[in-house]
């Protein structure tokens, strides 16, 4: 007999940039392709998880632009993160900018982040649901780096809302998550697109969405700051490039230039997640419609 080959996503990080994988999502509900389990990491794990407590691309954007127009969101000044330089800024506001930088770097050289623990926990308190795995209505796993161990930990039980703060937790920016004798930051750090976890739910395929693999273009590197971005950026990349490897197809939505840090692009983010599965539509329906054969006792 033969069966449906089990398919998985696995969405990566990107921060802003990975709302895209809400237009991926979207698209596959549109043309009806399955997703029978998800892996996230970082913002892959929050679009993923509440997708998989409850699958449907309209609750999910719901949920997720309720967060962008909420206080909580506003009051994390998460926009401030970016690159806000531009010819046509004034001198005062260039000055109000140098002067949140320098409080910035004295904040994450000072304490462990530079949102505290209260933040982090009203932050995802609003996104994800308190909720386990085993409430979800397709399975899904997530990541997080332990900082202690230098290996990776992937999530398949306990709750779901912890989980995804760890793998979230950027380093320098939100507080590591105590779990144990772990000490859990972002698993984009070591796994920036979870394709072997997505194989360890039971996926006989895997598709993996690469939000954030666009290395870009090098900029002035004036301080060790900035060397040391550029390096990490270059090593992020080329990880994100490798994990890809593995899995049977890889979905790249294209990126319009905005920073990580800027949300206010949302829909033209969607857009582009749809636009990056309908490129590949061909080959993304040949994938999932291939099945396997199953031996049975009469064999």
């Not at 490129?279 to 199953?294: G, H, N, T, Y």
């Amino acid at each position: 007999m033969f069966r449906r080959r089990k398919v998985a996503l696995a969405l990566g990080g990107g921060a802003a940039r990975g709302v895209a994988h809400i237009g991926v999502l979207e698209a596959f509900e549109k043309h009806g392709l399955p997703i029978d389990m998800i892996a996230g990491t970082s913002m892959g794990a929050i679009i993923g998880a509440i997708y998989a407590l409850e699958p449907s691309v309209a609750v999910l954007k719901d949920r997720f632009q309720a967060y962008l127009a909420s206080d909580v969101f506003k009051d994390t000044r998460f926009d401030q993160l970016g690159d806000q330089n531009d010819e046509h800024s004034g001198m005062f506001d260039r000055l109000l900018q140098l002067a949140w930088k320098s409080l910035f770097y004295t904040l994450v050289v000072t304490r462990q982040s530079y949102y505290g623990k209260s933040a982090s926990q009203q932050n995802f308190s609003f996104m994800i649901d308190d909720l386990d795995f085993e409430d979800t209505r397709i399975p899904f796993c997530t990541t997080a780096l332990d900082l202690i161990s230098g290996q990776e930990v992937v999530f398949t039980s306990g709750s779901l809302r912890r989980a995804v703060s760890a793998s979230c937790a950027i380093p320098g920016l939100l507080p590591p998550v105590r779990d144990g004798g772990r000490m859990l930051v972002d698993g984009g750090w070591i796994d920036a697109v979870p394709v072997a976890p997505a194989f360890g739910l039971g996926a006989d395929v895997v598709i993996a969405v690469d939000a954030a693999s666009v290395l870009d273009p090098c900029r002035d590197l004036d301080s060790a700051l900035d060397i040391i971005g550029r390096a990490d950026s270059i090593a992020r990349w080329t990880l994100s490039t490798e994990r890809c490897r593995q899995a049977h197809l890889v979905v790249k939505p294209r990126q319009n230039g905005s920073h990580w840090a800027d949300f206010s692009q949302f829909e033209e983010a969607v857009a582009a997640g749809v636009a990056a599965v309908e490129e590949q539509l061909p080959a993304i329906k040949r994938l999932v419609s291939r099945k396997w054969w199953m031996p049975t006792l009469f064999d």
